[in-house]
């Protein structure tokens, strides 16, 4: 008899089903479509184990253990006869297609009933029916030092100044030897290398390596040792800030020490601090 054979998705709670892999599940999906090919009885019958691994398309060995599986798990009933003939009977198969009338009618009554509540997954998250799903959270902005543009400004600068036409930037690549360099030095000494690499009489700055960030990294190290004496102590003594923001701190320190306040009639009063 041909046609579809018929299956119902409570076959995925049962615990057989739970523990069978996907050759097990698989080759009792495929004798139901036999059986339904057959006589559609729920009976099958083989010249031996070969004939039906065949038909599984796997080895005979694992055919005996699929075998052994679904019989000790009551999803198949196997015997053995003479000669190696096979025979094989689907219990549930009448129930599956419907042939069996009462045990269909207790399965349809017990779908009607109310159903216990799903298992939920470790990462699932049951909605009601007006709910909906939250957009996912924003991820925070990275962090970038404010250090970084200004590096890239005062090379291609002192570059356009040197060579006389625009630096190309390459994107991240060049951003990455920015970042490498920051993490080496701060941003007076990258300034004083910067200086020194475009000043230098070496020829492997103009017509080898040439004038690039990839240059200034990798010659960091030799740029210090042609440094200037004075531009050599202030790269050793590695300093917290340029010159011009230091200035800026003593104009504020001296700020600091007049300020100003208003007394009850609205006079401004300025106090001189100790």
Same mark, same amino acid.
């Given at each position: 008899m041909s046609g579809y054979p018929k299956i119902w998705t409570s076959i995925m709670d049962e615990d057989w089903w739970k523990l069978a892999n996907g050759i097990q599940r698989g080759c009792y999906l495929q004798l139901l479509l036999l059986c339904k090919s057959g006589a559609d009885s729920g009976h099958l019958c083989y010249k031996n184990v070969i004939e039906l691994s065949v038909l599984?398309? +796997?080895?005979?060995r694992t055919t005996n253990k699929v075998l052994t599986f679904l019989s000790q798990n009551c999803c198949i009933n196997v015997t053995y006869e003479d000669g190696g003939l096979l025979r094989i009977k689907v219990p549930k198969y009448k129930f599956y297609q419907g042939l069996d009338a009462k045990a269909h009618a207790k399965h349809m009554a017990s779908k009607s009933a109310v159903s216990p509540p799903k298992s939920v997954l470790p990462n699932q998250t049951i909605l009601e029916p007006d709910q909906t799903i939250p957009p996912p959270a924003k991820k925070p902005p990275k962090k970038t030092n404010p250090d970084h543009s200004k590096v890239t400004d005062y090379f291609c600068q002192a570059y356009e100044k040197k060579v006389g036409v625009k630096y190309g930037f390459h994107g991240k690549e060049d951003g990455?030897?920015?970042?490498?360099?920051?993490?080496?030095? @701060?941003? $007076?000494? +990258?300034?004083h290398l910067i200086d020194t690499m475009f000043a230098s009489t070496d020829e492997f700055y103009r017509t080898g390596g040439g004038y690039s960030l990839g240059v200034l990294?990798? @010659?960091? @190290?030799?740029?210090?040792?042609?440094?200037? $004496?004075?531009?050599?102590?202030?790269? @050793?003594?590695? $300093?917290?800030?340029?010159?011009?923001?230091?200035?800026?701190?003593? +104009?504020?320190?001296?700020?600091?020490?007049?300020?100003?306040? +208003?007394?009850?009639?609205?006079n401004r009063l300025l106090d001189r601090k100790p």
């Open positions: 599984f398309a +796997i080895d005979r990455r030897k920015i970042k490498t360099l920051l993490g080496r030095w @701060n941003l $007076p000494q +990258i300034k990294l990798a @010659n960091d @190290n030799k740029l210090v040792q042609e440094a200037k $004496p004075e531009k050599r102590a202030k790269l @050793n003594a590695m $300093p917290l800030e340029d010159c011009r923001h230091l200035a800026r701190l003593r +104009i504020e320190q001296r700020q600091e020490q007049h300020t100003e306040d +208003i007394d009850e009639a609205g």
